[in-house]
């Protein structure tokens, strides 16, 4: 598609004026829970062209940033012992509790990346006589893949520690909370493997708009107008508004691989806690992919933020990354003290960036 038409300005503007003035008398809380949203809206300055009574927030929108600590350590642990561990770029640095993947892999860990899954399957094929370990990290866009892989049969010598997490049960979670969110912005790529039935039960039960939209300035500012509407109007429903990419029912076929290989369980999302029904792991009859099962790992569940660091305030939306005061200090992209410093898609990362790029 071209995309011209998604940053035109005269169109822009259209839609910010559209959005001061049906906003007039309302003050709106509107959240969005994907990293490429919150690098959109930032990278454009989209929240610079709102008027001040509508503020956007970041909510868990990182997969990286709420995996546990104590998972990513005892994942080092499994690298200290000689299995190869193959995961994501963005995962090596982000810190555990005591040491991160760099770091183990610093120490002489067989610590690998890899762009998928299919990349592991491939290494562990050439390497018969060694143990792997996918560290399989992501919410419902990235999790199709191990579960197609894992249904057609791994390789004996690789399994699998599932880190996957769901985001509906996050946002439901959130709205119940004392964040205030008055509307979502619902997560772009999420929302081409679930579609939009799972937004339309939020929005009846919490009484709350709901909008689908694409990564361009105009989709986020038509999602923000769509909201504001709703708003006004006293109406909350589910709305897609990027059919270009997301159905209704979303992927038939993805959403069957994780049907028939996970199990939704309770989860634990670092710096806000467990969630019910927000994890996904493997079934039993899938045991044999299972890293935990193979290797009898005992996780202990919750993991503590370093002194001082406010990711997990950043990750609910209670504060912005310029209001933790290690940010920009003591917690660089160089040096991240919190986990939301050190993905692409980490709020505070991505604030990071740009704060440097206005400062020039």
Known sequence: MELAP???RGAIRRIVEAITAESRGLSLRIMHVCGTH????????IRDMLPGNIRVIAGPGCPVCVTPGNEIDAICGLAAEGVAVTTFGDVLRVPGVSTSLSDAKASGGDVRTVYSIADAIRMAGEERG??????SIGFETTAPMPAIEIRRGLPENLTIFSAHKLIPPAMEFLLGGDVGVDGFICPGHVSTIIGVRPFEDLARRFGRPMVVVGFEPLDVLIGILSVVRQARRGTHFAENAYKRA?????????LRALEEVFEVRDSYWRGIGRIGASGLALREEYGRYDAVMRFGMRIPEGDEMPAGCLCGSVLKGAVSPEECPLFGKSCTPAHPVGPCMVSTEGTCAIANKYAAKRAL
């Open 6 to 8: 998604l940053r035109d």
């Open 38 to 45: 919150e690098w959109a809206i930032t990278h454009y300055g």
């Open 130 to 135: 060694r143990e792997f370990v996918h560290f």
């Open 246 to 254: 997301v159905r209704y029912e979303g992927n038939a076929i993805a």
